[in-house]
């Protein structure tokens, strides 16, 4: 049995996901933006049910979304996952194609009775059965299948196979045509994208499909899906706008029988996709890449989106005004000056990718009249309209830097669990978590901080593997020394500590060229594969801090393995009777010790390692004679406060000229160079 959008020679049983949005955007490998989702089971927040049986799920492609590949080119998306609670529409049943009795036809035009189609572009044009299918003609009657708003069709996740048996074919004489697409209806017209799927158009409704209307039954199908949105259209006696799309699809379902009957409209006035139908964003369309959808002006940039992927799905019969390369050139030249002057921009392309991008708009303008030229600037428009949606352009909240949230949640504190081994581990965890933390911000993620974040852990493993390599040679030559093993059978106190050193330096290096491997292509993902990455290693109560815990462990692994072979050095040099070497060794030791201490009270206090930061306040509040003092009286106070702390600086005790800029003024504190301008390059 042939099912819609299908020719006899196509299979669906192998259904791929090569991407990861509802964006048809290049290679996979280009993908720069990810959005972490808001459903159930993928992230956060809604509680959503099926509305479309069996959609299956699907993801979104990158470059719609926050993480970008800017090293790569524009990144195609694919159709996210399906799971929104059901629109305002009767229970479908399954779609199955029965010879059934013969279609009806609508009235013409002026013929008593007739009426004009209201979900067609032009009111005079009538809805009738393609005469090119009379044989297989279906009843409007016996198909009540509900009809579901989407966003975009699934042409990147749902596309049909081909068999891989030769046909039985041969060349006639003379033949210097090779059509791709026969038997097509004389209403419908054969259209080749230029990435070179071939969909269909109806240049007399303006219906486009990526279903193949050389079906009878399909195209019949297709007729019965117009009619039922001219049905809804006139119950409501709805007034549709003058210039518009029609798309209509039938999604095959992931594991039940039949088909979901899926569409959208395209308003080329207002740049925006409208639906005849009531329909929640997050639920029926699924817009869930943010959550603070507070009113429909919210949603204005995803829409236009939206748009520019149909313009870019469909380019035939659709023209670019000049208006519009000069907004898209405008955009883009901005983008460029913003990510060459800001460190934090929101830009999420580099600003070499950018200024190519100004010349390709450059050069489509110069064949503006091709599907290549309108399926360019789609494609680009697309992209940067939906960065925009997430953040929140055009809102007071707006997102001004990739490092800031928009959300006014509180910061969950730090568990016990990473608290406990931060300290073992040299704090090295809370340095992991926090560059997480700031390349994730509200569950979405850049593609270009993302690479550099991993490509220095990978530098990092590289060099500790390396030195854990030398410090495991010098403990097998510390070994070797014949003072310290003695042969007799007993084991020392250096010797054992040597061990230990031993088996860190070994843990160090196998835990380093795990993590190496394991992460020695995840610069190069696309940022769907960040996030999906980060999503499946974030714990429901621990967060990110086991994967920063993981990150750590070659880096503690190898700072153990030094303590302990110094320990067994030490060891082994104060267990001589030789007062000389006792006192010089002890000396350079304590003075090491001192500098090591010293480095790192200073990343302590300049902020860089706050690890006892808890500890300090709570000092300061024992200490202080002013602890009791209200907050009302914390103004009246504040110089006496001031005064004290700075009575406490040990070099008080000292003449002022031992210390020369102990009289400088104070510098910026956090707070200050947090609300400070964005820093410039």
Request: proline share 7%; hydrophobic share 40%.
């Amino acid at each position: 049995m042939v099912n819609p959008g299908q020719s006899p020679a196509y299979s669906t049983s192998e259904m791929l996901h090569p991407y990861s949005y509802t964006h048809s955007n290049g290679s996979k490998a280009s993908i720069s933006v990810s959005v972490q989702s808001a459903e159930p089971h993928r992230g956060r927040h809604f509680e959503v049910a099926h509305p479309r049986p069996d959609a299956g799920p699907s993801s979104r492609a990158a470059a719609r979304g926050i993480a970008r590949v800017a090293s790569r080119a524009p990144s195609r998306n694919t159709s996210r996952s399906r799971s929104r609670a059901h629109s305002h529409t009767p229970h479908r049943s399954a779609v199955d194609l029965p010879n059934a009795p013969h279609l009806p036809t609508t009235p013409t035009i002026g013929t008593p009775g007739s009426r004009q189609s209201g979900a067609l572009p032009n009111g005079s044009i009538v809805l009738s059965a393609p005469e090119s299918i009379p044989s297989v003609m279906l009843s409007y009657t016996d198909y009540e299948e509900a009809i579901y708003p989407v966003l975009a069709i699934p042409r990147y996740d749902k596309f049909p196979t081909i068999s891989p048996d030769p046909g039985e074919w041969s060349l006639m004489p003379i033949t210097t045509h090779f059509i791709p697409a026969e038997d097509v209806p004389d209403d419908w017209t054969a259209c080749i994208h230029p990435e070179g799927r071939l969909y269909f158009y109806n240049p007399r409704r303006r219906i486009y499909t990526d279903c193949d209307v050389r079906e009878p039954r399909t195209a019949a199908l297709l007729d019965v899906f117009a009619r039922r949105i001219d049905e809804k259209v006139c119950s409501q006696d709805l007034t549709l706008p003058d210039n518009y799309d029609l798309v209509l699809f039938f999604e095959k379902r992931q594991y039940s029988e039949g088909y979901n009957w899926i569409y959208y409209c395209a308003d080329h006035a207002t740049r925006t996709l409208f639906w005849v139908q009531q329909c929640h964003p997050v639920n029926d369309l699924e817009i869930n890449d943010i959550t603070a959808l507070k009113d429909p002006a919210h949603i204005a940039s995803e829409i236009e989106a939206r748009y520019w992927q149909h313009i870019e799905m469909y380019p035939h019969g659709h023209e670019i005004s000049p208006a519009v390369y000069t907004e898209l050139t405008g955009m883009l030249v901005f983008a460029s000056v913003d990510v060459l002057t800001s460190m934090t921009s929101t830009v999420t392309y580099r600003a070499d990718d950018v200024h190519r991008m100004i010349g390709l708009v450059k050069t489509a303008k110069s064949v503006e009249t091709t599907d290549y030229a309108i399926a360019i600037v789609g494609r680009l428009m697309n992209i940067w309209t939906h960065n925009r949606f997430l953040n929140f352009h055009g809102q007071t909240h707006a997102r001004l830097g990739r490092d800031q949230s928009v959300y006014n949640t509180i910061k969950p504190r730090r568990t016990p669990l990473i608290r406990l081994l931060a300290p073992l581990f040299w704090n090295a965890p809370e340095v992991h978590l926090r560059g997480l933390e700031k390349i994730w911000i509200d569950g979405i993620i850049a593609i270009i901080p993302w690479s550099g974040f991993i490509g220095k852990l990978q530098d990092e493993w590289q060099e500790f593997v390396l030195y854990a390599t030398v410090l495991l040679n010098a403990n097998v030559a510390f070994l070797a020394i014949p003072s310290v093993d003695t042969g007799d059978g007993t084991i020392s106190a250096a010797q054992i500590s040597s061990y230990l050193s031993i088996v860190t330096s070994v843990g160090g290096i196998l835990l380093g060229l795990l993590l190496i491997r394991q992460h020695r292509v995840k610069s190069k993902d696309t940022a769907d594969d960040a996030n999906k990455f980060l999503n499946s290693h974030k714990h429901e109560m621990l967060g990110l801090e086991t994967l920063a815990i993981i990150y750590s462990l070659p880096y503690a692994m190898l700072m153990w393995g030094m303590v302990t072979f110094l320990v067994a050095f030490s060891l082994e040099c104060f267990g001589s009777h030789n007062k000389a070497a006792l006192f010089l060794t002890g000396g350079v030791w304590i003075a090491a010790a001192i500098l090591v201490l010293w480095t790192v009270i200073t990343g302590w206090e300049s902020g860089e390692t706050p690890m006892f930061a808890n500890y300090k306040q709570l000092w300061a509040k024992l200490v202080s004679r002013h602890a009791d003092v209200t907050e009302g009286q914390e103004e009246v106070h504040s110089a006496t406060d001031v005064s004290v702390k700075e009575r406490r600086k040990w070099w008080h005790i000292l003449p002022s000229h031992a210390f020369p800029h102990s009289a400088d003024p104070p510098l910026p504190t956090t707070e200050t160079r947090e609300h400070s301008p964005r820093p410039t390059v």
